[in-house]
């Protein structure tokens, strides 16, 4: 099993920038795919973004061009660096991993844009 602690959630104003950061323990060796997910309110869960251990990375086309993701593989942490905040990137974003001991989710942290 892989535990999952996020950070870097709060509030930010439209157009402002965070950055969320994900650290991953337990049986790191086993994760293949880590992402970000997303679920606003009255909505169902999303993916954000995913970066495998390979580096192929996927984008939801609502944040293309504004989410980046990265992966630190030595520090065994994943970080999205959301730019060009809106209002519709409200939400509480969780980390995911999978990998050979199936899928584990963080906590979640709450993100904000308002103005």
């Known amino acids: 099993q892989v535990q999952l602690v996020e950070s870097g959630g709060g509030l930010v104003q439209p157009g402002g920038s965070l950055r969320l950061s994900c650290a991953a323990s337990?049986?790191?060796?086993?994760?293949?795919?880590m992402g970000w997910y997303r679920r606003a309110p009255g909505k169902q869960r999303e993916l954000v973004a995913a970066i495998s251990s390979r580096g192929s990375i996927d984008y939801a086309d609502s944040v293309k061009g504004r989410f980046t993701i990265s992966r630190d593989n030595a520090k065994n942490t994943v970080y999205l660096q959301m730019n060009s905040l809106k209002f519709e990137d409200t939400a509480v974003y969780y980390c995911n991993a999978v990998g050979l001991t199936g899928a584990d989710w963080g906590q979640g942290t709450q993100v904000t844009v308002s103005s």
């Open positions: 337990g049986s790191i060796f086993s994760i293949n795919v």
